[in-house]
């Protein structure tokens, strides 16, 4: 919500600086490829590390696919056993992945400082690390 004199209306009392917020995303190839820079719009922000958490998520699932299936070649029901992993590829990242990156993209934005994309490439990664961690452990205390 920029103001008359350029300035951001903030949410929190006390916080208002100049901000040049700018979408200038030249493509997917350059987050991933970690040239795109640093970011200064929320938008650039959430969608480097949802990038990275998706990207990093699908190959997590995709090996655990891959070893289910191996597992399970001589078993009945082997691909109704292994659906379930290859659905969360899709569910994981579309759900809390997008929410909890635009969480830490808010973070940074409100911050008011650039974030570098390696930035996004260690926050994605971790976020796919707390999640594995996560199902482990209710794995764990299930037994």
Not at 4 to 23: A, F, M, N, V, W
Not at 72 to 88: C, E, F, N, Q, T
Not at 91 to 109: K, M, R, V
Request: hydrophobic share 50%; charged share 10%; net charge neutral.
């Amino acid at each position: 919500m920029p103001t008359d004199d350029g300035y951001i209306i903030p949410l929190l009392p006390g916080r208002s600086k100049p901000r040049t917020d700018s979408t200038d995303i030249s493509g997917i190839g350059d987050i991933l490829m970690l040239n795109a820079g640093s970011f200064n719009s929320f938008y650039e922000m959430w969608l480097s590390i949802f990038l990275w958490m998706a990207v990093t998520y699908i190959v997590v699932h995709l090996i655990a696919a891959a070893v289910s299936l191996l597992m399970l070649r001589r078993h009945a029901w082997m691909l109704g056993l292994s659906l379930p992993i290859i659905a969360m590829m899709a569910i994981g990242p579309a759900t809390i992945g997008a929410i909890t990156s635009a969480g830490i993209a808010w973070s940074f934005y409100q911050s008011g400082s650039e974030m570098p994309n390696w930035y996004a490439l260690v926050f994605g990664c971790l976020q796919t690390l707390f999640c594995l961690f996560v199902s482990y452990t209710r794995i764990l205390a299930s037994l």
